[in-house]
């Protein structure tokens, strides 16, 4: 007979299961903020000392992040929303997922100002590959790697 705590192929209790894909659902969460809002330390602390980051370009180790980052023009605004996302747990300590991307952006003065600026719609739409890990602080990105499925060219 199965022991009904245990799920998967893992051996691990669902309990256990649930807590790591709640933290990295987290994780594709707080990097949405993080890159919103330019919080630079916070996104940067999202990923391993070694991960990659592949968005367009690929970035390896946190210091290639941080400054991918910084140089982000002041003139773009967004937001990334993120939705449908999977983790697959493949032990206690390394998990796979994918997270949706509907990015809006705009690029000019008005991304400047207090209020909202003009809209023409999304100016992409994708998903997230992810591979994350259990480090000494936490959960953390080994890797995410962004794939477009839509993108608008008059926004980039």
């Known amino acids: 007979m199965k022991n009904p705590g245990i799920r998967n192929d893992t051996g691990m209790q669902d309990d256990d299961i649930a807590g790591i894909e ?5 994780l594709s969460y707080a990097y949405a903020r ?5 919080d630079q330390d916070a996104l940067v602390a999202l990923f391993t000392d070694d991960a990659t980051l592949t968005v367009g370009e690929t970035l390896s180790g946190q210091d290639a992040i941080r400054a991918w980052i910084r140089a982000r023009p002041d003139e773009v605004r967004s937001r990334h929303v993120i939705s449908n ?3 697959d747990v493949l032990s206690a300590d390394s998990a796979r997922g994918i997270a949706y991307l509907t990015l809006y952006r705009h690029q000019g003065e008005a991304s400047l100002r207090h209020g909202p600026a003009p809209l023409a719609g999304a100016a992409a739409v994708g998903h997230y590959e992810d591979r994350f890990v259990r480090t000494a602080g936490g959960w953390r990105f080994a ?13 980039f």
């Open 22 to 26: 709640r933290a990295c659902t987290a």
């Open 34 to 38: 993080a890159l919103d809002f330019r």
């Open 85 to 87: 996302v999977f983790v």
């Open 143 to 155: 890797s995410r790697r962004l794939q477009l499925a839509f993108r608008d060219p008059a926004q």
